[in-house]
């Protein structure tokens, strides 16, 4: 039967698990991959993904892979995808042990970046009560990416706007692959702060962060700057504020 230790541990990254199922920290506490994120570039076959189990107890998960896109709003869409190569598909791991996922390219790059989402996912052991009983298991997405053949980074950001309290960035990837946002630091200039956290905007999609500005704040502010923080741009805009846009 799992430990107290074990199922608490499982159900604290179930809460990550359920908002995104794919970006769980590089280590959260059962079982770790690494590298968290895989790109299949030119002159690239495959690459090798490490599974580690830090518990005692055997690991068994599943490997599956899916393809990724984002719908008109940014939000990530999943379907499953044979597009490549992986295995296994089913494995264990023994406790504090290690084993090799292998991903690889069937066909080679287009013009326009393909995504994918290689799902490891631990699997529930055989039930050892008849007794119904909750389990939660871990589950890690890793980004496989697909480069295109001339890659062209080209994020966008639109003018904030800021309406009924609400500041609004509008970030567009007109470019032909991937860029992630890290965050978006807002600031009134007079010590009033805020981060948004950031995601990945993949190839020809927008998507439209919101901060929530307190009333008496948004009051006192000429403008806002905004900050946006990619893994290799940063972007800055300004928004200034009209009053009866507080609220």
């Not at 074990?6 to 794919?22: F, I, T, Y």
């Not at 119904?132 to 697909?146: E, I, S, T």
């Not at 970030?171 to 950031?198: C, T």
Request: charged letters at 25%.
């Amino acid at each position: 039967m799992k430990s107290t230790s074990r199922r608490n541990a499982v159900a604290k990254c179930l809460a990550v698990a359920a908002l995104g199922s794919a970006w769980l920290p590089a280590n959260a506490g059962e079982f770790s991959v690494s590298p968290i994120r895989v790109e299949l570039k030119a002159g690239t076959l495959s690459e090798t993904i490490t599974v580690t189990n830090h518990a005692k107890d055997k690991l068994r998960a599943g490997v599956r892979l899916m393809e990724w896109t984002q719908d008109a709003e940014g939000k990530d869409v999943y379907k499953d995808s044979s597009d490549l190569v992986y295995f296994p598909r089913q494995m264990e791991v023994e406790g504090e042990g290690k084993r090799l996922v292998r991903v690889g390219i069937k066909t080679p790059a287009g013009a326009v970046e393909r995504a994918y989402r290689l799902f490891i996912e631990e699997q529930p052991e055989a039930a050892e009560s008849a007794r119904p009983q909750v389990a939660f298991y871990f589950r890690f997405g890793v980004p496989v990416f697909l480069p295109p053949a001339v890659p062209r980074l080209q994020p966008e950001v639109a003018d904030p706007t800021l309406k009924g309290g609400k500041l609004s960035i509008q970030v567009r990837n007109p470019g032909n692959q991937h860029f992630r946002l890290v965050k978006i630091a807002i600031s009134d200039g007079a010590g009033y702060q805020q981060e948004l956290v950031g995601w990945y905007s993949l190839a020809g999609t927008e998507r439209t962060y919101t901060a929530d500005i307190p009333r008496e704040v948004c009051r006192k502010a000429s403008a806002f700057a905004v900050a946006l923080e990619g893994e290799e741009f940063r972007l800055d805009r300004k928004v200034n504020v009209d009053p009866a846009s507080c609220s």
